[in-house]
């Protein structure tokens, strides 16, 4: 189990996943009611729209009543998915999730797109790079970042029969798409072993997997043997693979398109600091706000792109 | 079904409850508990078809949303006084391991609350989405939801209430506490609210006045708002009461939004309160 071994199949935008998943969540659970503040085209929730006209709620320009709305809409048994792009899904309504989702309970899915810095030329005041950290903080909540096109529309899908208020963050770009279109190698809350080695563990979630792995597989022709595991569910955590993983290796890198504070690092630290201390290198914003600019020169500007999750791994594992 | 002369000898008492229950921890809010005693008495002993025994989903039953969630006293007194909950639990409002707590919630699993609220603004947003959850499950029964006037300052009402209309949520009776103060002072001082009225009518919702300390009209308003749902438009009762109503020296007060009666001051507002139903 290698990263040389690790294919793409094509590149699609996980918001596209995302869709594709509401769609046949709608089929599947007749509760499914989708829920947007005008920004219906962008999270590409037309074909539910069509199929389900009566199940979908067009909110206008108004993400706090979006939120308040749906978490209404659980108490008459629906399983109610938000829409729209992630600093509107989380930091502009931090308290309508707070009171009316969370604290409240409510079986609530937040889905999100255009998070982190790949959203691209609309700049920082959409780029959010802190709605892990605000939404793991929140009692309750289940955090979910899926990697690909297949594992966002599989996530999409699964959270429909899994009780509980979830945020579901993905994004704009096309990627790479990688993972099993069955969803088999999906299950909330397990993390996703892509390949195992002795030398340095790589945590990653979201986009930012794909880097990782190609930094595998640089890695792996150095001669390292890397032990790379895709955690997509930040919360519940799996520390029990976490644990394991860096029992092996005795030093991680993580990776994640998100300020690196409170995002998965910090996630992975409290685990490794409580279990077994180990070095640690993180990979991912520096406490900034983004920019303008192409996704792929967005990740090497800001420190995220392939060659920085090498240099962190060899760095890391000088460390031990 | 009530007599109004059985509704005002409740609301006495949920008068009772509410100021013992503030005294007994110095803290809550009891102005505008008093204020609203008679509508939720009404409501809940003579309009809304519900069910004490409780579900969460609510269906097949009217169910209530209280946005103003500090008014907790008088919405725990009158659950309890309807059967959701033993009247003792009153005895617990406010305290470590309550499920009274300062502002209701749905964490502590106390029958009769749906929604936690007190943080402003978000309750008419929820009562919507259950209004929207009944018409998708052919659920006739309706939503009532209440809301300060104070409150509407919260923007997330204006972006509700102009969903509200757009989407023709008719099965919403939304009313607003309508007693013109806030913790700062009057509303007129805080944050003018000018027309209501005619903001809400230029919202397209239907809109009614009631004097919500005036128990005929409070049941005369509540059967006409119910007479007036399922018209393609949502209703809004603007119901005039006063802060502190039954406790003459609180009331029209401001200063009484969220401050505990002391020993003598509890004394002097039980004297102007018949004990009808035993106090818990």
């Known amino acids: ?320 | 079904m009530k007599s109004t002369d059985q509704l005002k000898n409740i609301a006495s008492q949920v008068r009772r409850d509410i100021v013992r229950m503030v005294h007994a921890v110095q803290s809550g809010h009891p102005g505008g508990s008093l204020g609203c005693a008679d509508f939720l008495t009404a409501l809940y002993f003579n309009v809304m078809e519900h069910k004490p025994e409780f579900l969460m989903d609510g269906r097949n039953e009217d169910v209530f949303f209280l946005s103003n969630g500090h008014i907790s006293p008088v919405f725990y007194s009158v659950l309890s006084r309807a059967g959701y909950f033993d009247v003792k639990e009153l005895a617990t409002f406010r305290k470590i391991n309550s499920r009274l707590q300062g502002h209701p919630t749905t964490h502590e699993h106390l029958p009769g609350v749906r929604m936690a609220s007190g943080s402003l603004g978000q309750g008419m947003s929820v009562a919507i989405g259950a209004a929207l959850a009944k018409k998708l499950n052919g659920d006739k029964h309706l939503v009532f939801s209440l809301h300060g006037d104070g409150e509407l300052d919260e923007g997330q009402n204006w972006e509700a209430i102009m969903f509200a209309a757009h989407h023709k949520v008719d099965n919403l009776i939304s009313t607003i506490d309508y007693n013109g103060q806030q913790i700062d002072g009057t509303t007129k001082d805080v944050m003018g609210l000018e027309n209501l009225k005619d903001k809400f009518i230029a919202f397209n919702w239907t809109v009614m006045e009631m004097n919500g300390n005036d128990m005929d009209d409070v049941i005369a308003g509540l059967a006409k708002a119910k007479s007036l749902t399922g018209k393609g438009k949502p209703v809004c009762i603007l119901m005039k009461t006063i802060m502190g109503k039954g406790v003459d020296f609180m009331e029209g007060h401001h200063e009484w939004h969220g401050i505990a009666p002391n020993d003598e001051q509890l004394a002097k507002a039980l004297a102007q309160l018949p004990e009808t139903l035993g106090d818990y």
């Open chain 1, 1 to 320: 189990m290698k990263c040389a071994d690790i294919q793409i199949q094509n590149e699609q935008e996980t918001r596209a996943g995302f869709g594709e998943g509401i769609f046949e969540a709608g089929n599947a659970n007749e509760n499914v009611v989708v829920l947007t503040a005008d920004l219906a085209g962008s999270m590409k929730i037309a074909p539910f729209i069509k199929k389900f006209p009566e199940r979908f709620v067009q909110c206008g320009i108004a993400e706090a009543n979006m939120i308040g709305i749906a978490a209404g809409l659980t108490i008459g048994g629906k399983i109610p998915y938000t829409t729209t792009f992630a600093n509107f899904s989380t930091g502009r309504v931090y308290d309508q999730i707070r009171q009316s989702i969370a604290y409240s309970g409510k079986n609530v899915k937040i889905c999100a797109s255009h998070a982190g810095l790949t959203l691209g030329e609309d700049g920082a005041t959409h780029q959010i790079l802190e709605d892990i950290g605000l939404m793991k903080m929140l009692p309750g909540m289940t955090v979910i970042v899926p990697c690909d096109f297949n594992q966002t529309k599989n996530a999409t899908k699964a959270i429909a029969d899994y009780e509980g208020p979830v945020y579901l963050r993905f994004g704009r770009p096309k990627w790479p798409n990688f993972t099993k279109e069955d969803g088999s190698d999906f299950v909330i809350g397990k993390a996703q072993q892509l390949s195992e080695g002795n030398d340095v563990s790589i945590f990653a979630c979201g986009h930012m997997v794909w880097k990782a792995i190609e930094a595998g597989k640089a890695l792996e022709e150095k001669g390292y043997s890397v032990d790379l595991i895709n955690i997509h569910t930040i919360k519940p955590l799996d520390e029990e693979a976490i644990i394991k993983s860096i029992s092996k290796t005795k030093c991680a890198v993580t990776v994640e398109e998100h300020n690196i504070i409170g995002g998965l690092g910090d996630s992975i630290a409290q685990v490794a600091s409580k279990h077994l201390p180990i070095p640690i290198e993180y990979i991912g914003t520096k406490d900034t706000f983004g920019e303008s600019g192409k996704p792929l020169d967005l990740l090497k500007k800001y420190g995220l792109d392939t060659p920085f999750i090498i240099d962190a791994a060899e760095k890391v594992m000088k460390r031990k």
